[in-house]
């Protein structure tokens, strides 16, 4: 699937009757390419627990082997976010771009990450390291609770990325951005998890084997719908 994002455009222009044509808008479009791949986990289990049938059982192995495959795809997004570049490569736009701050964790980091995404990024959220988030907590503590240190945004979880305080220097250890508006997945099969049980391979062995696959590509697909937020050189 491939998905045209714009980096550069003209502001529209008013008009008064009689006065000379507007200038053409310059528009600047790339092109993201989301290449699905299969993410796959597997387990067995015993015939026996398979004969038994019990429901909280298999219930928990199919929660197990989903969950584990839409972190999966959650974890490739948010390494390939951390990966986008501060400008669009003009010559060959392929990918989106995302601006970049290096600081610690502080009282209004995010609100200056906030106010370096475009204007269409209007629901923006907050991705880190469960570590990292008690340091904007500290921070919180440190002035009192006189301010949300995360500016209402909704904190989401990812420990793939860095905790700040083992990440190295100038690696991203945060994103704040608008998932909504500036990602997407393509699931050509459909968003659900494919289950295939195989009952043969291991027969001998009273096992049966159960895979769960999702057929998936994820990728940023809007510009500047991100910021990221790198560890400085120097940090406390």
């Given at each position: 699937?491939?998905?045209?994002f714009?980096?550069?455009s003209?502001p529209?222009?008013?008009?008064?009757?009689g006065?000379?044509?507007?200038?053409e808008?310059?528009?600047?479009l790339g092109t993201?390419?989301?290449?699905?791949?299969?993410?796959k986990?597997w387990i067995?289990?015993?015939?026996?627990?398979n004969?038994?049938r019990?429901?909280?059982?298999?219930?928990?192995?199919y929660?197990?082997?989903?969950?584990?495959?839409?972190?999966?795809?959650a974890?490739?997004?948010?390494g390939k976010?951390?990966?986008?570049p501060?400008?669009?490569?003009?010559?060959?736009?392929?990918?989106?771009?995302?601006?970049?701050?290096?600081?610690?964790p502080?009282?209004?980091?995010?609100?200056?990450?906030?106010?370096?995404?475009?204007d269409?990024?209007?629901?923006?959220?907050?991705i880190m390291?469960?570590?990292t988030?008690?340091k904007?907590?500290a921070?919180?503590y440190?002035a009192?609770?006189?301010?949300?240190?995360f500016?209402g945004a909704?904190?989401?979880?990812?420990?793939?990325?860095?905790?700040?305080s083992?990440?190295?220097?100038?690696?991203?250890?945060?994103?704040?951005?608008d998932?909504?508006?500036g990602?997407?997945?393509?699931?050509?099969n459909?968003?659900?998890i494919?289950?295939?049980?195989?009952?043969t391979t291991?027969?001998?062995s009273d096992?049966?084997?159960?895979?769960?696959?999702?057929?998936?590509?994820?990728?940023?697909?809007?510009d500047?719908?991100f910021?990221?937020?790198?560890?400085p050189?120097?940090s406390a």
């Amino acid at each position: 699937m491939k998905i045209n994002f714009e980096y550069s455009s003209d502001p529209a222009t008013v008009h008064d009757e009689g006065d000379e044509a507007v200038q053409e808008e310059g528009l600047g479009l790339g092109t993201v390419t989301l290449t699905p791949k299969s993410i796959k986990k597997w387990i067995s289990i015993s015939d026996e627990v398979n004969d038994l049938r019990g429901e909280a059982f298999l219930r928990y192995i199919y929660d197990e082997l989903t969950t584990k495959i839409i972190k999966k795809a959650a974890d490739e997004l948010v390494g390939k976010i951390a990966a986008l570049p501060a400008t669009v490569n003009t010559s060959n736009p392929t990918s989106a771009s995302a601006n970049q701050i290096t600081a610690a964790p502080a009282i209004g980091l995010v609100a200056e990450a906030i106010a370096n995404l475009s204007d269409e990024a209007v629901n923006p959220v907050v991705i880190m390291n469960k570590l990292t988030w008690s340091k904007f907590k500290a921070a919180q503590y440190a002035a009192g609770y006189a301010v949300d240190p995360f500016e209402g945004a909704t904190v989401v979880f990812n420990n793939t990325l860095p905790a700040y305080s083992s990440a190295s220097a100038n690696a991203v250890y945060c994103i704040v951005g608008d998932f909504n508006h500036g990602a997407l997945i393509n699931t050509p099969n459909g968003d659900g998890i494919e289950l295939k049980f195989d009952d043969t391979t291991l027969m001998t062995s009273d096992l049966v084997r159960i895979l769960g696959r999702r057929f998936a590509g994820v990728n940023a697909v809007a510009d500047k719908s991100f910021c990221n937020i790198a560890k400085p050189t120097t940090s406390a």
